[in-house]
Structure formats: structure tokens, C-alpha cells
């Protein structure tokens, strides 16, 4: 749905975007990460047309963002990370107005409106000032005249910037029902976030792409091998040593004992391989007694910080 082919982006000498290429395809919702100033929101600004590109491709839907921007804009929503709004309208006043903007057909206004209160949960808010909104119900609002017209894409900008934790949970939530039905950028400076909304993770940093794929793979690229924890009551240095041989380990690193004969072993993997399974027969081939086995887990943020060395996220 979204193609982006040898994209660059300067502002004097300055290179915001150089060289990138990515594409999002039909019904994924991807995560765009990066840190201050790598260039994330000027992409975004090139893919909805709010910004000419100095060179390469991009389109959207099959549309391409310079000779057919019109099709562009009507095929996809963009809820950028200031979320202007008409603080003096009431929020049916404004989803009508912005219907009405976007040439929906006058009979079915609203209807559409309506479904819009419905779906982000606006409906004890609906004859209330904008102005008059918590941080929380102006993001819905934000993302209702986003979705106003049916886009089948959108590009969402921080779209939970500046709220409490009760908040974001609540508009997770909506976008990860919306992505059900849609195509979604998401720009997200909150990890976890993305790392439960989204299905794969773009990283980019001083304009350039610098990892890609889901968060799994992106944890395992960044690990290298896995590193597999067990907890073994058996003799320590036998039980060192078979671990050790099993296929597909690197080292094995246990401690001493406890009074209860449980050896704690931390098991590093060559890349690639998963050895839980042959840990865990190996153990139970010596009638050892496992009481724990468990793979060592990355986070996003522990990714981003190697990808990105360590720098301050957006």
C-alpha cells in the first residue's frame, strides 16, 4: 500500500532523509522509530504530500505522491503530532465540517459521523467544545477525522504524545482495532507501545535506515545467538559439561550449587539456533530434575539503544 523507493529529504546542508526505501503492504501496521531529528516526521510529510522529496519514488495505494497527489489524499488519514483541531467547535460540528471538507456525500454525513463518535468511543463527549477536551478525547477526536472519509491507510505521528498511562492503554487499543481493517504508519516514541501494536518495526536514524523487521527478529539480530536460562538440580560440574555438548550451544556458564542441589546455568546460543528443546531432553536423558528453562527476552528499547547508539528516543 505504501512504496518508498531511494526517498531523500535536505534542508540546506542538512540531510533529514537519505537513501531510504521501505514498503508497508495491505492491512500491516508498522512502527516507525527513530530518534530526535532522524527523520521520521519529515517522511511521513513526504508520504501524505505535505512535502516535495528531493529525489526518489513514492507511492501510496498505486498513486504517486507528486503526479497524482489528490488520489493520494483521499485514499489515506493523517493525524499528525501537533493534532490541529478547531478548539472552538463541538466535536460533531467539526467531524461534519471535516466530512464536508472531504466531499462526503451530503445525505450520508451523518451517519458517518455517528460511526466516528462510536468507533473512538466519543459519545459522552459528542456536544462538547473541543477546547473544552482532555488530552485523551482530542487524540480520539484526532483520529475520528482521521478515519472520516474510509481511508484504507493511515499515518498516524505520535499519536499518543502527551498522555497519562490510562489513556494510551485506551488508544492502543482503538488503533489496534482500526488496523484490523487498515493500513498503518505509526511513528511512536513510547517502545512498548509499539512493540504491542505493531507486527514489524522500521528504525531509522540521522536519515537512513539503520534495522527492519518484526520486534522478534530485530531482538535476535541484535542479540546474536539466544541465551537460554535453566535452573538444574544435579551435579554441578556434569551438569555443566552435558549442557555444554548440547547441538547448537556456544557456552555454558553455571554457578555454585544452592542447598538444594540447583545449579543456575546461563546458556549462550550460536546464531540462529533455538537449543531449549535439546537442553531440555538432555537434562531430563540424565534424570536431572528441571525446574526452569526460559529464553532470555531483548526489548525494543534494548534494540533501539544498539541500533541507534543509545541516543535519547522520539
Not at 516535495?52 to 488519514?77: I, Q, W
Not at 488503533?175 to 511513528?187: D, F, Y
Not at 546461563?266 to 546464531?271: D, G, T
Request: negative net charge.
Amino acid at each position: 500500500m505504501i512504496s518508498v523507493r531511494n526517498l531523500s529529504k535536505s534542508f540546506g546542508a542538512t540531510a533529514a532523509v537519505n537513501d531510504i526505501s521501505f514498503e508497508v503492504p495491505r492491512g500491516e501496521i508498522l512502527g516507525f522509530l527513530g530518534p530526535n531529528g532522524a527523520g521520521k516526521t519529515t517522511t511521513m510529510r513526504i508520504v501524505t504530500c505535505f512535502l516535495p522529496a528531493d529525489r526518489g519514488e513514492v507511492s501510496v495505494a498505486g498513486h504517486d505522491v507528486l503526479a497524482d497527489s489528490f488520489a493520494v489524499r483521499r485514499c489515506l488519514g493523517y493525524l499528525p503530532e501537533n493534532n490541529p483541531l478547531y478548539l472552538d467547535l463541538e466535536v460533531r460540528e467539526y467531524l461534519r465540517f471535516v466530512a464536508e471538507i472531504r466531499r462526503l456525500p451530503r445525505a450520508g454525513i451523518g451517519r458517518r459521523v455517528n460511526e466516528m463518535v462510536d468507533v473512538c468511543g466519543l459519545g459522552s463527549e459528542r456536544g462538547k467544545l473541543i477546547g473544552e477536551l482532555s488530552r485523551g478525547y482530542r487524540q480520539r477526536v484526532g483520529l475520528a477525522q482521521t478515519l472520516i472519509h474510509d481511508p484504507e491507510i493511515l499515518v498516524l505521528d505520535e499519536p499518543t504524545v502527551g498522555l497519562d498511562p490510562n489513556q494510551i492503554v485506551e488508544i492502543r487499543e482503538l488503533i489496534k482495532r482500526i488496523g484490523e481493517e487498515k493500513t498503518v504508519l505509526l511513528s511512536s516514541h513510547i517502545l512498548p507501545e509499539v512493540e504491542a501494536t505493531c507486527q514489524r518495526v522500521l528504525i531509522i536514524h540521522e536519515g537512513r535506515i539503520v534495522g527492519q523487521g518484526t520486534p522478534a527478529e530485530l531482538a535476535a539480530e541484535a542479540r546474536g545467538g539466544g541465551i537460554v536460562h535453566l535452573e538444574v538440580r544435579g551435579p554441578l560440574d556434569a551438569v555443566k559439561e552435558t549442557l555444554q555438548g548440547v547441538a547448537g550451544v556456544e557456552r555454558c556458564d553455571a554457578g555454585e550449587g544452592d542447598e538444594r542441589g540447583v545449579v543456575r546455568c546461563r546458556v549462550s546460543c550460536v546464531p540462529g539456533a533455538d537449543a531449549r528443546e535439546p537442553l531440555a531432553a538432555a537434562v531430563a536423558g540424565k534424570g536431572w530434575g528441571l525446574l526452569e528453562l526460559h529464553l532470555e527476552r531483548v526489548t525494543l528499547e534494548e534494540v533501539f539503544h544498539a541500533l541507534t547508539g543509545g541516543e535519547q528516543k522520539q
